[in-house]
């Protein structure tokens, strides 16, 4: 319903991990089977290479709480039985995936071109300002130990599915959480989608508030949506970056000289 494109915020340093970040998001997203077919229809081919790609590298809920591969998997291959075409799938799994790496291999993974620019906008947005104040390093712990608990977090209320769990936005969702703490007031430059795209000012507790209650909403609504959106891992995500400033403090601001 808000779209955020700027804040009024500068920052004091180029934020080097914020950039990063989005640059192997992107070179990921364009090198992995998904983006052979983001301009057209997939063929069946291709859907089964992508499937067998989620596979091995995505997080399933499933496999995190025990620490357990599921004990089959897809070969990327198509496989015909009678009139019937599918994707093969061979027991055991032709690939060993340990599901606790899948979790940081899956917030570098996105099931399409828009659901990767809507991540990379977020965080370009509202990252640079807390990797200013955090500092690099300790912005990365955050914002990889946040798509940590976010994805397992999810996974503790959706134990049984084995849904591919891929994308930026747990990690992101922490980035917000912690956005909102520090810069309530900050000034963010937004399209209002329900009104044309009308572009208002509106101060971040207005943009990040509404954003977090929306995915509330949809989460109490049913956890995933009929669009296949973890909206459980949003909120998990948004509270773990809350949380998370306790355990890894910001930098005090430079104080000016005095005179």
């Not at 077919?37 to 997080?59: E, H, L, M, R």
């Not at 101060?203 to 109490?220: D, E, H, I, N, T």
Request: glycine share 10%.
């Amino acid at each position: 319903m808000v779209l955020p494109v700027h804040d009024d915020n500068p920052t004091r340093r180029t934020p080097v991990v914020t950039l990063l970040l989005i640059a192997v998001n992107v070179v990921v997203f364009f090198s992995s089977p998904v983006a052979t077919y983001v301009a057209g229809d997939p063929s069946p081919q291709q859907q089964c290479q992508a499937i067998a790609f989620y596979d091995q590298w995505a997080a399933k809920p499933v496999e995190l709480l025990d620490n357990e591969q599921v004990p089959s998997g897809a070969t990327g291959e198509v496989g015909a039985q009678g009139e019937r075409v599918g994707c093969v799938v061979e027991s055991p799994p032709p690939f060993e995936k340990s599901p606790f790496v899948s979790v940081l291999t899956a917030m570098f993974l996105h099931g399409g071109l828009l659901h990767l620019a809507g991540n990379m906008l977020f965080l370009w947005v509202f990252g640079n300002n807390v990797e200013d104040r955090l500092g690099r390093f300790r912005f990365l712990g955050f914002y990889l130990l946040a798509g940590y608990v976010a994805t397992y977090g999810f996974a503790a209320f959706e134990s049984g599915s084995d849904q591919p769990l891929v994308g930026a936005s747990g990690a992101v969702a922490g980035v917000l959480g912690a956005y909102l703490a520090l810069f309530p007031r900050a000034r963010v430059l937004s399209l209002l989608t329900f009104l044309f795209f009308l572009p208002v000012r509106l101060p971040a507790w207005v943009v990040l508030g509404s954003w977090f209650l929306l995915q509330y909403v949809y989460f109490r609504g049913g956890g995933v949506a009929e669009a296949d959106v973890a909206y459980g891992a949003h909120v998990i995500g948004f509270v773990a970056g809350l949380v998370l400033l306790w355990v890894l403090p910001p930098r005090r601001r430079a104080q000016p000289p005095r005179f």
